[in-house]
Nanobody, 119 residues
């Protein structure tokens, strides 16, 4: 059974930082790409970052490029998202999700972790 458990969300002031974690189980971590997605109230879910765990290539959306950094600890089956210089528009529920490659649609999702950035 695939399980994805996100944590690390919270309330932070604009300009602050948070680090999200996603502990994965139920699949061979190294064989996949894993992305971070977010969904703000009233908006569609969007992909903010992704890492290919085979070749370590990464993707960032334009809205977070230069502020967010995706990384992983493959020995711990854990994905991270370091979020710096947070803005109120980063407020959303953040999810991690594995896929065959960063351009494909995930089949499994975690429960999400809420990030609120106050102005």
């Amino acid at each position: 059974e695939v399980q994805l458990v996100e944590s690390g969300g919270g309330l932070v002031q604009a300009g602050g930082s948070l680090r999200l974690s996603c502990v994965a189980s139920g699949f061979v971590f190294d064989d996949y790409s894993i992305g971070w997605f977010r969904q703000a109230p009233g908006k569609e879910r969007e992909k903010v970052s992704c890492i290919n765990l085979k070749d370590r290539s990464t993707y960032y959306s334009e809205s977070v490029k230069g502020r967010f950094t995706i990384s992983s600890d493959n020995a711990k089956n854990t994905l991270y998202l370091q979020m710096n210089s947070l803005k109120p528009e980063d407020t959303a529920v953040y999810y991690c999700a594995p896929s065959a490659w960063c351009g494909s649609t995930p089949d499994y999702w975690g429960q999400g972790t809420l990030v609120i950035v106050s102005s």
